[in-house]
T-cell receptor, first 109, second 113 residues
Framework: GQNIDQPTEMTATEGAIVQINCTYQ??????LFWYQQHAGEAPTFLSY??LDGLEEKGRFSSFLSRSKGYSYLLLKELQMKDSASYLC??????????WGAGTKLIIKP | DAEITQSPRHKITETGRQVTLACHQT?????MFWYRQDLGHGLRLIHY???????NKGEVSDGYSVSRSNTEDLPLTLESAASSQTSVYFC????????????FGEGSRLTVL
């Protein structure tokens, strides 16, 4: 079966760095996505990786290793507004998105 | 500004009733999707459409139907609501088949009593 695993919850301190991991087993691979979802709101797109390596976008970076079925989202200089759930999703061979259950990130002052 | 809107945002209904959730997008996107989101689960695909008159079943399509009569709208109908269908429903759209970035509506919270 297809499976996306990410930690349920993480806690970090304002100003610090946090890494949210995602491992996947899917039927084929056509890219990995990260979305941010604030409580009670819709998910919003953060990043997309299809090749191995690191993609940097401001305070956020996303890494992919296809051979290991592994990705991480790195958030630097954490701000209180970064408190949200972070969703990992993999596009399979049928171009369908398979979603992880999300990681709830709690930022403490 | 282009957008995607859902209505109603909140709905309480009774078991056995028919319910329709509306989704309207002004992005002129070909692809539209309906997901449900439940605690402990990732977003699960209910139905999707790649264009007018095209509809396809997702992984949790039983008890749901959609129709696509124009580019802008993809209404989701629960034929006979069940308590297991209590959930938050998200509509989303994307421009092309290859582009993965989804634009989500605000969500519709449905409670079936």
């Amino acid at each position: 079966g297809q499976n996306i695993d990410q930690p349920t919850e993480m806690t970090a301190t304002e100003g610090a760095i946090v890494q949210i991991n995602c491992t996947y087993q899917t039927s084929g691979f056509n890219g990995l996505f990260w979305y941010q979802q604030h409580a009670g709101e819709a998910p919003t797109f953060l990043s997309y990786n299809v090749l191995d390596g690191l993609e940097e976008k401001g305070r956020f970076s996303s890494f992919l290793s296809r051979s290991k079925g592994y990705s991480y989202l790195l958030l630097k200089e954490l701000q209180m507004k970064d408190s949200a759930s972070y969703l990992c999703a993999v596009r399979d061979s049928n171009y369908q998105l398979i979603w992880g259950a999300g990681t709830k990130l709690i930022i403490k002052p | 500004d282009a957008e995607i809107t859902q209505s109603p945002r909140h709905k309480i209904t009774e078991t056995g009733r028919q319910v329709t959730l509306a989704c309207h997008q002004t992005w002129n996107h070909n692809n539209m999707f309906w997901y449900r989101q439940d605690l402990g689960h990732g977003l699960r695909l209910i139905h999707y459409s790649y264009g007018v008159q095209d509809t396809n079943k997702g992984e949790v399509s039983d008890g749901y139907s959609v129709s696509r009569s124009n580019t802008e709208d993809l209404p989701l109908t629960l034929e006979s609501a069940a308590s297991s269908q209590t959930s938050v429903y998200f509509c989303a759209s994307s421009r092309t088949f290859e582009e993965g970035e989804l634009f989500f509506g605000e969500g519709s919270r449905l409670t079936v009593l």
